[in-house]
């Protein structure tokens, strides 16, 4: 039994595609998740009850307090925001009463730091749901996400009185974008006692109708800064005097983005920003670097990492300049359960908008759900990770990135129908 229809899932994805928020900034969309989930009867777990701060990479402090007083000035109450904390993310657990598995689910939160189109054709701004966050967009489908989890919130508490079993837990992950939001709910031990665990994506260039059950070739990845300090001077009376951290910076991104291809498997590598420099006529004495590596496997992306950072640290010696490093997020592979994977595929073919179920293709990307995955399979559980097919006005991350929001109820029947496989 359900009162849930794809107009419901689209209001709330729509009320998350108005006001995204990035990573570690999620306090809005934080609090409206957690009203919303009281509102239906849950018992809802934020901040260190489902994060353990001591794994927390890639949070900008001035970033998370410039969007906690955004909330505020959005009508986020002070007391909600001194729950939610200092990091933001939620999880609700439902307790069936009844013995049985505990099955748990992931749905991100985050937005992408891309500023959304301001094209007519765009449906968003057709419609007015466009983003009122400027420089941030949900370019990636998590707001349909988020709605789905809702959706799937909403039918346990519909379905509370029929033959459920065992625990249900529902995690709203925040910091997906850079891999960082993973790691520390996977260590806060939320998921130890988990013995199915799922989660999905939409789009991921797979069209409306079509579920893949179980993406392979995911691959690992290290996002890392690295920050070259060096010594200031005059650039034309005395260069000689200075030590170029910009010169060192640049010469280190030709160096990582030369990196050589492993012949075991795929390999990537990015400098995806370089800041440096005080001044025109001043030798530069600092510089800092975001830069990703990927491989196939652990293997291949340790191998990348290694690279990396010998050859930056090659270029700080021979510019004789400082060298820091800090590493701002993480994914890993993984290999699915075939129960689970099989599981899918038999709820997917029951759906009627699902017109193909596919069980497998190349992700040929990362997410840190992986993290999740393979602490739940350390612990004994099964995990798959599945993609709902949606037609998308453009590639992920880009400014006229759109869902087919009718696959926001593939996406929930999928959902309930694993509960019902799992936990009756």
Not at 102 to 109: H, M, P, Q, S
Not at 110 to 136: L, W
Not at 376 to 394: E, M, P, R, T
Request: hydrophobic share 40%; aromatic share 8%; net charge negative.
């Amino acid at each position: 039994m359900t009162t849930i229809n794809n107009a419901s899932l689209v209001a709330w994805r729509r009320e998350f595609h108005r006001y995204p928020e990035t990573g570690w900034g999620e306090f809005y969309t934080t609090a409206t998740l957690i009203k919303l989930l009281e509102e239906m009867g849950h018992h809802v777990l934020t901040g260190e009850h489902i994060i353990n701060p001591d794994f927390i990479r890639g949070r900008n402090p001035s970033i998370v307090e410039t969007a906690r007083r955004a909330a505020k000035e959005r009508g986020i109450d002070d007391s909600l925001l001194a729950r939610i904390g200092d990091y933001t993310g939620c999880a609700v657990i439902f307790d069936t009463g009844h013995p049985g598995p505990t099955v748990a689910f992931r749905f991100d939160i985050d937005c992408v730091n891309v500023q959304e189109t301001d094209t007519t054709e765009h449906i968003p701004n057709q419609e007015g749901f466009n983003s009122t966050n400027p420089g941030y967009m949900h370019a990636c489908g998590h707001d349909g996400h988020m709605a789905i989890g809702l959706g799937v919130a909403k039918w346990l508490i519909e379905n509370k009185d029929s033959p459920l079993k065992g625990v249900i837990k529902l995690i709203f992950q925040p910091a997906e974008e850079g891999v960082r939001g993973a790691k520390p709910i996977a260590e806060s031990g939320i998921l130890d006692d988990v013995d199915y665990f799922a989660c999905g994506h939409l789009g991921c260039d797979i069209p409306s109708g079509v579920v893949v059950a179980a993406p392979e070739r995911y691959l690992s990845t290290l996002k890392m800064d690295l920050r070259f300090k060096g010594k200031a001077a005059h650039a034309g009376m005395e260069p000689h005097a200075g030590k170029n951290a910009l010169l060192a910076a640049c010469n280190a991104t030709i160096q990582i983005l030369s990196l050589p291809t492993h012949g075991e498997g795929m390999t990537r590598a990015n400098v995806g920003v370089l800041n440096a420099g005080e001044g025109r006529n001043v030798i530069p004495s600092y510089a800092q670097m975001q830069i990703e590596v990927r491989g196939e496997n652990e293997k291949i992306n340790n191998y990348m990492t290694e690279e990396a950072l010998r050859r930056a640290r090659g270029v700080a010696l021979s510019f004789d300049v400082e060298l820091e490093t800090e590493v701002m997020g993480e994914a890993v592979d993984f290999i699915p359960d075939d129960e689970m994977t099989d599981y899918i595929i038999d709820v997917a073919q029951t759906i009627p908008a699902v017109q193909k179920v596919q069980r497998t293709m190349n992700f040929n990307g990362s997410d840190d759900a992986t993290l999740l995955i393979k602490r739940v399979q350390a612990h004994g559980g099964k995990a798959a990770y599945f993609v709902i097919g949606s037609d998308i006005k453009a590639g992920h991350h880009q400014a006229k990135f759109d869902i087919d929001e009718e696959q926001l109820f593939t996406g929930f029947s999928i959902f309930t129908g694993l509960l019902q496989r799992l936990s009756i």
